[in-house]
């Protein structure tokens, strides 16, 4: 069982950086580590996914080369670095682990309650 919880979030203006944080409460080095992200009335997005060892990254095209995930193993975090941020950048933030590697909620097991993350413009 792995427990969740992300930090971080706040209210930024358009074109500030943030950096999320998902800390775990068990060791995450057996999962694959994905951040989504959801606004109220639509389904949830998904962000983008680090490998078990933090070698492989994928990110969503609406996000690539403007967000990171890494991870700390060690601290079993991993952190989601937004940069250049947008109004539509806006939602609830959601960390998530899973065995296997996908873009889609239902492949991961386990969840965190959410982080918001506000971009005025």
């Known amino acids: 069982q792995v427990q969740l919880v992300e930090s971080g979030g706040g209210l930024v203006q358009t074109g500030d950086s943030l950096r999320l944080s998902c800390e775990a409460s068990g060791r995450t080095t057996m999962y694959f580590m994905a951040w989504f992200r959801q606004v109220p009335g639509k389904e949830r997005e998904f962000v983008g996914i680090i490998s078990r060892t933090g070698g492989t990254t994928n990110y969503a095209d609406s996000v690539k080369g403007r967000f990171t995930i890494s991870r700390d193993n060690a601290k079993n975090t991993v952190y989601l670095q937004m940069n250049s941020l947008k109004p539509e950048d806006t939602a609830a933030y959601f960390c998530?682990?899973?065995?296997?590697?996908?873009?889609?909620?239902?492949?991961?097991?386990?969840w965190g309650q959410g982080t918001q993350v506000t971009v005025s413009s």
């Open positions: 998530a682990a899973g065995s296997d590697p996908g873009r889609r909620p239902s492949v991961y097991a386990y």
